[in-house]
């Protein structure tokens, strides 16, 4: 087992412990802020495919967020009202099923990233950040200006989506199976980054001429990377909805791009967990600086500033570091 | 008559954007340098502004230290932080400048709080013009779409007729082989950067005096700004001009526009909200086009 691997099961394990430890404590709310870790972490974790492994910085993945989340409020809003969502071209039913609305939330977001991946991959480096940004905003505007879903109110639903043999709304349950899938995109990143279409898609990262001449066409590569990643990032939206049973434009918003983005970095890019400690330590400090002073904000901005200029492989980047100071072996961050 | 006047008003808005893309094309010609902060220092303009103007009554003052704010605040942050970011890639370049968003708005709504100033125009620049042919104009919209000329033309003159203009190309051609030749790099960034930041101070108190300036009010025309520079090609002053031109018509004429169209054939409340819909999403479509086209934008020499 490698170092690496070491630490990723450590990330996982505390965000368990915490759970489970909160909860025989009896203390709800831990457990609901360790949901929001994992579901976030996810996000996080989605964008990491794209971003750390394939280098494509998308600064529009709120956009996936969302339409994971209104995907899962309309069908919990039409099962709860009993019209169909469409009539055609084939007829289509609310549900209140996660295991029904998961993949359709992902494949609403797949069929969108594959067409803003399509338009955006023309572009590179700069260009990229922007259209994708550019990309989001408009789906944002897009929410706000459909008064059908509620608009800039957003949507509520009243009742938690049911998932076969388990109650969601007792905390523990429904952290339980965000925990879980958290843990199957993460294994399936790690798969996925060691099979041949990962290494290709690094090595288009790494030098685009390089893998081009081997054989490497990197706009399909790049383009799959882009729709696993949105898609994996609309599965965190379904699961954010449902904790707060509520979806607003927000959502889509480009400060939602940003703080995914900060997960990621935060943590340590290309890292399997770095998303996750990324998240958990933003949610930690949103918990613990929240109440001293409103503006924590600004704290976290002038932390994230620092990360930025001091220290590039972020925190598990750092605690690598450590490990081998105190080892005495030769840092490889 | 309708048409002309939101032919104006398209003009006015678009004069606005060009006003924010000319500095953020500048800095990344030059820089390399993707810069989200640009929306605070738009902030920072129209905050400067309304503080000056409200201790002095006077809205000229405070229009000079919109752009004074602007410029010293982007110099310092330019010196204390951009310019350790020259070097990286523009992953830490975005989180960087995101981070100075945090910051500059958190701040902002510390001294300011949150709710949002209103500026009073001077009798000279309020009220309405009649223009040739009968069309009630208001004037300080007509005097957004004179200054932004007047700031294109002076770009212009800027960048092909003077000393600092032939060091900002040869930035931009070559950033070792200025230094070699015994250009001063690290001002000559430190100049480019805070000339953008007061074009972008100056759009923010123009624009606050239209609106109302409040904490937040940067970003939505930080990424309109984006949109404009993506469609006129990265580092295009002239790109940015036509960019912001077309942005601002197709989304002034297309919100006045598209509903009426709509009303044709669709049912009246309902055409309201589609054509509303669409027509917010119109820019974006046209981004979409040129750059199905053009990936590297209307002006854009490389990609």
Redesign the interface.
């Known amino acids: 087992m490698t170092r690496d691997m070491i630490i990723n099961l450590c990330v996982f394990a505390i965000l368990v412990a915490t759970a489970v430890g909160a909860h025989l404590g009896g203390q709800g709310f831990t457990v609901t802020l360790a949901t929001k870790a994992a579901i976030l972490g996810l996000a996080g974790v989605g964008l990491n495919l794209a971003l750390g492994y394939g280098g494509l910085v998308s600064f529009g993945h709120a956009a996936f967020f969302g339409i994971g989340g209104y995907v899962t409020g309309i069908f919990a809003f039409h099962a709860s009202s009993g019209e169909p969502i469409l009539t055609l071209p084939f007829a289509l039913m609310g549900s209140n099923e996660m295991l029904g609305i998961w993949p359709m939330a992902m494949l609403a977001a797949g069929l969108v990233a594959l067409l803003i991946g399509a338009l955006s991959l023309r572009t590179t480096g700069v260009y990229f950040i922007m259209v994708t940004l550019a990309f989001a905003q408009m789906i944002f505007y897009f929410a706000i200006s459909w008064p059908r879903y509620g608009g800039e109110d957003g949507l509520s639903f009243y009742v938690r989506n049911t998932f076969p043999g388990v109650n969601t709304l007792v905390p523990i349950n429904y952290f339980a199976i965000c925990a879980a899938l958290l843990a199957l995109a993460l294994i399936f990143t790690a798969l996925v980054t060691q099979s041949r279409f990962g290494l290709a898609l690094q090595a288009t990262r790494q030098n685009e001429q390089r893998s081009t001449a081997v054989g490497i066409r990197a706009t399909p590569v790049r383009l799959t990377a882009f729709v696993l990643s949105a898609m994996i990032t609309a599965l965190a939206g379904s699961l954010y909805a449902d904790l707060n049973r509520f979806v607003s434009p927000a959502m889509f918003s480009w400060h939602m791009s940003g703080e995914i983005m900060v997960f990621v970095i935060l943590g340590g890019v290309g890292r399997l967990c770095g998303p996750l400690a990324g998240a958990a330590v933003f949610i930690l400090l949103e918990h613990l600086l929240g109440p001293i002073t409103e503006h924590w904000q600004a704290l976290l901005g002038l932390m994230l500033l620092a990360i930025v200029l001091f220290a590039p492989g972020g925190l598990i980047g750092l605690i690598t570091l450590g490990l081998d100071r105190i080892r005495g072996g030769k840092a490889d961050v | 008559m309708l048409l002309a006047e939101q032919a104006l008003n398209g003009l006015q808005y678009g004069m606005m954007l060009f006003l924010m893309a000319a500095g953020l094309t500048l800095v ?1 010609g030059v820089m390399g340098l ?1 810069n989200l902060a640009h929306g605070a220092l738009y902030m920072i303009g129209a905050f400067a502004c309304a503080t000056v103007a409200a201790a002095t009554g006077s809205f000229w003052l405070g229009l000079v230290a919109s752009l004074a704010a602007a410029a010293a605040a982007g110099a310092l942050v330019e010196m204390a ?1 951009i310019r ?1 970011l020259y070097t ?1 890639d ?3 370049q ?3 400048t ?6 500059f ?3 902002t ?2 001294v300011f709080g949150s709710f949002p100033l209103y500026l009073t125009l001077p009798p000279a620049l309020s009220g309405a013009v009649t223009l040739p042919g009968g069309l009630q104009y208001p004037l300080f919209r007509l005097v957004i779409i004179c200054v932004g000329a007047a700031v294109a033309l002076g770009l212009w003159l800027l960048i092909t007729r003077t000393r600092l203009g032939i060091r900002i190309r040869a930035g931009e051609a070559d950033r070792e082989m200025i230094g070699a030749l015994g250009v001063d790099i690290a001002r000559l960034y430190t100049i480019v950067f805070a000339l953008g930041a007061a074009l972008a101070g100056l759009a923010g108190a123009l624009v606050g005096s239209i609106q109302s300036v409040q904490v937040g009010m940067g ?1 939505p025309v930080l ?1 309109l700004a ?2 404009v ?2 469609i006129g090609g ?1 580092g295009s002053i002239k790109g940015a001009l036509i960019g912001a031109l077309l942005v601002g018509m197709t989304d002034t004429i297309g919100k006045a526009l598209l509903p009426a169209l709509f009303a044709q054939f669709m049912e009246r409340s309902a055409a309201n ?1 589609t054509g ?2 669409l027509a ?2 119109l820019i ?1 479509i046209l ?2 086009g040129v ?2 086209v053009r ?3 209307l002006f854009g020499a490389r ?1």
């Open positions: 990344f993707i932080v350790r990286r523009h992953l830490d975005v989180l960087a995101f981070a100075l968003i945090l910051i708005s958190e701040g709504r510390w970003e990424i984006f949109v520079i993506v990265i909200t509303a819909g917010s999403m974006y981004m979409a750059l199905l990936p590297q934008g990609t």
